[in-house]
Each structure stands twice: as C-alpha cells, then as structure tokens.
C-alpha cells in the first residue's frame, strides 16, 4: 500500500485499503509544479553488465551498447550517496542494472541501505543468472534484502530464450532453483519472491500458464506489464503490441481462485491515461558511476548530470524539469500530443493495475 503502512498488521491495512487508494487518486491527478520535493525511491543500477539482449528493453532500443560496459556499484559511492542530505527521504530501493544478480558483492552492499532508514529493498534479476547454484545458495543462506523479482517473461524455454534474446540456457534449473529459494523462507514473513512477465502479442494467449507456472513455483506474486513502444521503428523486433482490451485478460479476471497475488497493467488506452508520472516526480535513478537518468526508463547519461556534482534536488535535473513542464502543458491544454515523446506510451502514466489477493479472493482495481 505504501511506506506509511509497511509494518501494519494486514487486518489494519485490509480496513485502510480503500480509503488510502481514494486519497491518492484525488490528491495526485497531475504535477502541480515541475519542480518536486526529494526522492522516496532509488532505482540504483548494480552493475551495466547483462547477459541478456531482451527486444523490449527500453535501455537497448536507445543504445544497443548500453550493458557492455564495465562499471561496478561501489561500497564508498552507496555509502556517499545514501548519506548525502539529497536522500534523507529515500525508504524504498530497486536493484538492478544490467543484471543486478552478476554484481559479486551485491549481497553485501544490499545491506547498507538498511543503516540509513530504507526500509524496503527489491532485486531485480533476468533469471539467466539464477541458473548458477552458488548464487543462489547464497541468497538462500543470507536473505539481506525483502523482494527477490525475476523478470521471467516466459512459461517455456524456447519463448524465455526469444524474450531475452539469447541462444541457450537451462530453464528448467532456473525453474528449479526459483522453487528452492520460495521454498527457504516463511510465507508471511518479510522476504518473498515474484515473477514479471512483459506481455505483447506473441504471448498473451500464454497467461494462464504464466500463472499456474508462478503457483507451481510457490511464490508470493506474478506481475504482468503490457509491452508498450517506445519508437516508432521497433515493433517488428518486439511483436506486436497490445494496442486494446484483449480476451485473455478478460478470462484472467473473470477468475478468483488463483492460489498467488496477481498484478496485471493492462493495455494504454486514452481513457486509462494520466498527465503524472511517479517515476518523474519521486523516483532517483542512479548508474553504477552516479550518472543521472529523468526516469527509471529513461538510459543514465553524462549529460543529465552526475550525482556527486550535483548542488542541489538531483531529480530536479534539466531534462526532468523539462520532461514536468511538458506534462504540465499537455494538462493544461487537455492535448497528450504535447507530451514528451518518450512518455507517450510509457506505462508508468496508466492510472492503476488491477490486483488480484489470494487471501481476499478478490480482484481489485489499485489506482497509482
């Protein structure tokens, strides 16, 4: 539900639900100015290494040399920066890279944040790294974080080897191996895993397996985000987009007896839309090196500023004050067309998911 609630008994948070959600939705419609208040979140990227060319990444549809660069997250940098005043409201944080899970130390830096009040600590992995057992020992054996996320995007070898474009690879151990790390912890207690799934054309006849997959692995959530285009050249790499309302999602929710949470972000429509964005207005995305980013889906560059020089609110930057102001027009004038171009079809503007509770039984609509 958010940071406010995080160690509220789940009773308490069940009564408060519809009220925060309400609150939420009439408060955040839009920016009220382009220029916001610190950073909540970090999106921190671990390491520019990845062993995987996924077609949909937002990252490599920018530059297809992105993840071949050598950079390394350091202790003293996330030491520096957790410290810096510029994130003294920073409790969540999202590791990843590249491929956070290829970071050597990263089970031990994961433990860092804790000692400057963040609360919550998601990793983000691609899977493909889950197939080494000694790392997957480890997070068995030292669980230093709270949300183990693996991007799986596929019920089958052959689909996750096309989604993450690579030429081999032992799914079932990966499958294997998700299995014994849900296996390692207590339900309810404060690790779980989940796996994502990018859904377009090719695969969304696929959902119900996705899921039996996620309940046969026994984890606590599998989340569906609908692939999205981000330039107008690439949806013959990606497959066709899901442009509307499909049948597959509708037999999804007509369902209520799945045995695992599920988060579906359906299709971008007009009507679903909205002129705010949470990664522009409180999320701080950082490279290994510090180097600076609008959004989460937006590459870090030089040119967007260096966090260790900045002098102040680093996610106050140019491009992302220009990126606000943008979105600020766009609402005032009621025209999307005014938008920033990157943003037009970015699922971070839907307006909510619709979320399904194995406890409650219960399909929800959860708005952002």
Known sequence: MGNITTFLPDHFKNLIRPYYYWLKRHVRKSFKSSIVALPSHLNMAFTMKCQAACPHCYFLQENTATFKRPELLTQKFLTNMLGSPFCKNIRTMTCGGGEALLHPDILSLVKIPYQFGITQIQIVSNGITLQDKDIVQRIIANKSFNTLQVSLDAANADDFMLKKGITKCDFNSILKNIAAITASYEKGGHFSTGLSFVINARNIRDLSQM??????????????????????????????????????????????????????????????????????????????????????????????????????????????????????????????????????????????????????????????
């Not at 996610?315 to 025209?335: H, T």
């Open 211 to 368: 899921i039996k997959l996620a309940e046969e692995l026994n984890v606590d959530y599998c989340h569906f985000a609908t692939q999205q285009v981000t330039r107008d050249d690439n949806s013959s790499t990606i497959g066709q987009t899901v442009e509307k309302e499909q049948p597959e999602y509708d037999n999804v929710l007509r369902q209520t007896s799945y045995q695992v949470d599920i988060n579906i972000q359906p299709p971008l429509q007009s009507n679903f839309l909205h002129y705010f964005c949470a990664s522009l207005a409180h999320h701080l995305s950082l490279s290994p090196e510090g180097r600076l980013a609008p959004c989460c889906h937006i590459p870090w560059d030089k040119k967007y500023g260096m966090f260790d020089s900045c002098r102040e609110n680093p996610i106050n930057n140019p491009a992302a004050v220009n990126l606000r102001d943008m979105f600020i027009a766009a609402k005032k004038e009621g025209n999307p067309v005014l938008l920033p171009q990157e943003c037009k079809k970015c699922p971070r503007r839907l307006k909510g998911y619709f979320h399904f509770s194995r406890h409650r039984r219960k399909w929800q609509f959860i708005p952002y």
